[in-house]
């Protein structure tokens, strides 16, 4: 969907809108539900508005596909984009955090899957405790334990350490 910035009204828009959204290429897109209000002043544009969905993700741990749903709230602000970008020109902190637009469109759906992107996690999970696969026969520990000969550590408390390192990763 594109929003055509010398369309919107004086007093805004309003939109709720269902979108496609393609988050990997070889997955097909899923649905968005949007809902968004869209403010000019002059030729600046803010977008106010959140977007929920759920994405299918494979779990980094037991490699199983899953549902993992999104919200994402968002407040941005759209500026025309320089006619003349200079390559050399170091842009500012400030110039960094707005958007641009170009021939007086917004593209919302790029916008919407920019948003969705930042909130997938880098390692997904699942469920918390995934017990993830054995590393030896590659049964889902989930499902139970296999008979695989544990020389050093048991699976579980190999699961442990991995979710408290990573816990002490994460923060
Ligand atoms: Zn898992
Ligand atoms: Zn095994």
């Known amino acids: 969907m594109k929003i055509i910035v010398s369309d919107i009204p004086e007093e805004g828009l309003q ?3 269902d979108l496609k959204v393609s988050i990997d290429n070889s997955e097909p ?3 968005v539900h949007v809902s968004v209000r869209v403010n000019r002043y002059g030729e600046r544009v803010m977008l106010d508005g959140s977007a929920g969905m759920s994405v299918s993700l ?3 741990r037991c490699l199983k596909r899953f549902r993992y749903p999104i919200s994402v709230e968002f407040h941005e602000e759209y500026v025309p984009r320089p006619d003349a970008v200079d390559e050399e020109h170091e842009l500012t902190d400030e110039e960094l955090a707005l958007n641009y637009y170009i021939n007086d469109m917004i593209n919302l759906d790029e916008f919407i899957r920019e948003q ?7 390692k997904p999970l699942c469920k918390a405790n995934c017990m993830g696969i054995c590393p030896m026969c590659g049964k889902d520990l989930n499902e139970g334990s296999c008979d695989c000969k544990k020389e050093d550590i048991d699976p579980r408390l190999s699961a442990l350490k ?3 390192s990573e816990r002490r990763r994460d923060g």
């Open 162 to 164: 991995r979710m408290l």
């Open 58 to 60: 494979v779990c980094s």
């Open 15 to 17: 939109q709720d809108v």
């Open 29 to 31: 897109a899923e649905d």
């Open 116 to 122: 969705v992107i930042v909130s997938i996690p880098i």
